[in-house]
Each structure stands twice: as structure tokens, then as C-alpha cells.
């Protein structure tokens, strides 16, 4: 006796499911409300990210509160989760949670790390309080 089973898979479902099996990059960005830039790499908040082109744009909320000045500083480090990843383009800061009004930088990819991005250190207001990972070049996808 066989037992069949059928599934059938939403949209949004599918493409959860597809962003999973696809990661293509994830890392930390680090950010820190007093000082400058660089940021010591012991130092600030670190939050964990992961992006991928078939996801879309990675939105996230600050954690560090409360705000001891009016600018924040900033930066990103990923690394490729595939050979052929495909690197996020921008990285920035966002004044909406949809990451619609945004202050960004270009995301450069490491030549003497081969699978490395990053972002330069850059000051945000405080206002800017989504963090941003995303852009693709048209025709990736």
C-alpha cells in the first residue's frame, strides 16, 4: 500500500521557504551612539543579518537605546554563504520601519577577501532608526 501525500505551497510560503535555501550573505553590523568612526570591533552593538537577492531587502531595527547624542555611527561585515553569491549593494539607515527613506552607502566587496563585504563606518541621525541590507543589480535575479 503507497501513501501519497500532495502539498501545496502558498506564495509567500514559497518563497520563505526559497530565501532560506538561498541565503546569500550574512554578518554583523555594528553600531555605537557615542564615538566615532571606526568603531573598535569590541565595542557598540552587534546585530546579526542575513540577506539574500530572492528575499528582498533586509529592515531592522536598531537595538541600542536610549540615544546619548543626535548621531549614531555605524558599519557592516558579511560573508558569503555560496560560491556565487550574489553581495548585497547598499547599506544604510532608515527613518521608516518599511526602509523607504533611507541615507546609504555602497556595500564593497573585499579583493583580499575573497566571500567579504563591507561597508565603510558612517555617522546616521538618530532618527534613522532601521538598518538597511539590500539592492541588487538589475538583471541578477
Given amino acids: 500500500m503507497k501513501l501519497l501525500t500532495h502539498l501545496t505551497l502558498s506564495a509567500p510560503l514559497t518563497l520563505s521557504l526559497l530565501s532560506i535555501a538561498t541565503a546569500q550573505y550574512s554578518g554583523t553590523i555594528t553600531t555605537e551612539n557615542r ?17 539574500s537577492p530572492h528575499a528582498g531587502d533586509t529592515c531592522l531595527e536598531i537595538p541600542q537605546e536610549p540615544y546619548y547624542s543626535e548621531h549614531y555611527h555605524a558599519s557592516l561585515v558579511g560573508y558569503a554563504e555560496l560560491p556565487d553569491a550574489k553581495a548585497p549593494l547598499y547599506f544604510g539607515a532608515c527613518t521608516t520601519a518599511e526602509c523607504d527613506e533611507c541615507t546609504l552607502v555602497d556595500v564593497k566587496r573585499r579583493t583580499d577577501r575573497p566571500g567579504t563585504v563591507e561597508s565603510e563606518c558612517v555617522e546616521f541621525s538618530k532618527e534613522e532608526r532601521f538598518l538597511f541590507v539590500g539592492g541588487v543589480e538589475k538583471g541578477e535575479l
Avoid: E, K
Avoid at 35 to 51: E, K, N, R, V
Fill in 35 to 51: 564615538g566615532s568612526c571606526p568603531i573598535p570591533l569590541q565595542s557598540g552593538d552587534h546585530t546579526a543579518f542575513s540577506w
